[in-house]
């Protein structure tokens, strides 16, 4: 990196928003792989995911937090101070909304917050591809009102529209810093938390409205066999309830096996190798109002 030290760019960017606006989505399309889950659920993203993106003369290190709400619950609190922190400790903040949906309380909530803090605020007016260009001019006026924003840009993050211009403008507004991570490396957390993403998304997607965020995954065992380069891997489905646990597994195991069918391929496209994946399903009543039970499962706020 000597020769670019005069010019090379790089720093900290959080990707805020209501839930369900389309953060995961963009942030996948941006390193070009799944490293956080989507899913037309709101409230999926419960830690923040560190995505890491490497050019020629910039690494962008993209946060990707839960969306803004009302908690309902500790988890519910333990996100949204997650979210909250992020805003002081970056370099730009990226306020994602979506186009199909006009400025609400929620919103409002976002801009209160942002107008307390001296990050560059830059506003992402995701899906675009839903609706009449008629419609866009309107909504960036509304904004330009309520918030004085760095740049306004809108974007499809499911298409790819306008991400590469959104991208160029992000790195304008970077300090010039070291690199901080290895070229090849795309997000900072570790295997485990990426198979339990992957996991945790497909129970989502195939369950739809019948199990609520009521759901954790916890990595057992990831074990690397010699034997034609398989890896094993064992993992536990948290519910609240034993209805939802009859759900997980379905009638004679099919929803469960139907899950580990589909996580195992994304697994398998994350490891480069061949995966024998274990799922198994466990009650822990009402653990998402027990600090003890969330910390157990891995969300530990000191570690964000």
Do not use: C
Not at 133 to 153: H, Q
Not at 214 to 237: C, P, W
Not at 259 to 279: C, F, H, Q, T, W
Request: hydrophobic share 40%.
């Amino acid at each position: 990196m000597e020769n670019k030290a005069n010019y090379y760019k790089s720093g900290f960017i959080s990707i805020i928003g209501r839930p369900n606006v389309g953060k995961s989505t963009f942030l996948n399309q941006v390193i070009g792989q799944k490293i956080a889950i989507m899913s037309d659920k709101p409230q999926t993203t419960r830690n923040k995911v560190q995505g890491v993106l490497t050019t020629d003369d910039a690494q962008l290190i993209f946060i990707d937090t839960p969306g803004i709400h009302k908690p309902k619950h500790k988890l519910g609190d333990f996100m949204m101070r997650i979210t909250l922190n992020t805003l002081t400790e970056v370099d730009l903040i990226l306020f994602m909304v979506n186009a199909e949906e006009g400025y609400g309380r929620g919103e409002e909530f976002i801009i209160e917050k942002l107008q307390l803090i001296k990050t560059p605020v830059f506003l992402v007016i995701n899906k675009i591809d839903k609706v009449h260009p008629d419609k866009l001019l309107p909504i960036i006026t509304s904004y330009k009102e309520k918030f004085e924003f760095k740049e306004i840009i809108p974007i499809s993050a499911l298409e790819g529209n306008n991400v590469e211009r959104l991208l160029a403008q992000i790195k304008k507004y970077l300090p010039e810093g070291p690199q901080f991570y290895p070229a090849d490396q795309v997000t900072d957390h570790p295997e485990r938390f990426i198979i339990s993403e992957l996991i945790r998304e497909k129970a989502l997607h195939l369950t739809h409205e019948e199990v609520p965020h009521s759901l954790a995954v916890v990595i057992d065992k990831v074990e690397h066999r010699n034997e034609k380069d398989v890896v094993h891997v064992m993992a536990t489905i948290i519910v609240e309830r034993e209805s939802q646990k009859g759900i997980i597994i379905g009638k004679q195991g099919k929803m469960l096996k139907e899950i580990g069918k589909k996580a195992r391929v994304d697994i398998e496209n994350l490891l480069g190798s061949k995966v024998y994946l274990e799922l198994w399903v466990k009650v822990q009543k009402d653990w998402r109002n027990k600090m003890s039970q969330i910390r157990d499962l891995g969300f530990r706020e000191d570690e964000y």
